[in-house]
């Protein structure tokens, strides 16, 4: 059951506040969390120290798995579902005051960055060490790998409806015909609609799907076997199979490289 994600404040806006860069930092307890859709006037990168977040927009799902962080621009609808026990921050930047993309993505976060967003979460606005924190953040920050962990989402009424239905089910292995019957169309035709809206085929996509719940779900302490088996594999050699085809390594020689590297062990 997920909670209500909560923050350390009751009666602070962080629109509200004109510094260039702010950070906030969030514990999640024992329950999964989440914050419902919503936007901000500012820019937010969502990183996670601990465990992992995932981020969703209107064009698709994004993954925070340990030492990323997920850029959304200034305004754009966002829902955050943290896992259990993950420490996240929240960084909120005024628009124009970083070189940052105008979409969503994941970025890598370098030791440096790490440490620059946990101290500016231990600051206030208004301190000068606040503002030279952020100076040196925001210089940082644009030259941040870009990494590729997402799930590319369609307005499509169809797909939308397919794409919703998997991301609360993954473990479902309807085939793409059951999916066309479902959704009034023939399995080729469906197979073409979905390749033109997300440029991924039927299979690549859901596999995309499985390793950013597989992340996850990891990232906050699950064990290989009970991950495999919620998403519905036959067996734990299968997911790994998977994943290693995927990412070029197993589960959890990929975490740590993660961490072991802040954040750079993504394959594009």
């Excluded at 500012?42 to 209107?58: D, E, H, I, M, Y």
């Excluded at 210089?139 to 997402?150: F, I, R, T």
């Amino acid at each position: 059951m997920r909670q209500p994600l909560r923050y350390p404040w009751l009666d602070f806006d962080v629109d509200d506040i004109v510094a260039p860069a702010i950070a906030v930092r969030v514990d999640v307890t024992e329950t999964k969390a989440e914050v419902s859709q919503h936007w901000h006037r500012k820019g937010q990168l969502v990183f996670a120290l601990s465990g992992g977040v995932t981020c969703r927009v209107p064009s698709g799902l994004w993954m925070v798995p340990p030492h990323c962080g997920v850029w959304v621009p200034s305004r754009m609808q966002h829902s955050n579902i943290a896992t259990a026990n993950a420490r996240i921050f929240f960084v909120y930047i005024e628009p124009g005051a970083a070189a940052l993309p105008d979409r969503c993505c994941t970025l890598s976060i370098s030791p440096l960055l790490r440490e620059l967003i946990i101290e500016l979460s231990d600051c206030a606005p208004v301190d000068a060490r606040c503002a030279f924190l952020g100076s040196v953040l925001l210089a940082e920050l644009p030259d941040m790998p870009l990494q590729q962990l997402h799930l590319p989402f369609s307005s499509e009424p169809r797909l939308k409806r397919i794409a919703e239905s998997l991301a609360n089910d993954p473990a479902d292995r309807s085939t793409l015909a059951e999916w066309g019957k479902r959704v009034a169309l023939s399995e080729s035709s469906l197979a073409r609609l979905v390749v033109k809206e997300t440029g991924l085929s039927f299979g690549r996509w859901r596999q995309q799907l499985h390793l950013i719940v597989a992340i996850r779900e990891l990232a906050s302490g699950a064990t290989v076997q009970r991950v495999s088996g919620d998403l519905g594999y036959e067996s734990v050699t299968a997911f790994i199979t998977m994943f290693k085809k995927a990412l070029g390594k197993p589960p959890a020689q990929y975490l740590s490289s993660i961490a072991r590297n802040g954040g750079s062990a993504f394959v594009a």
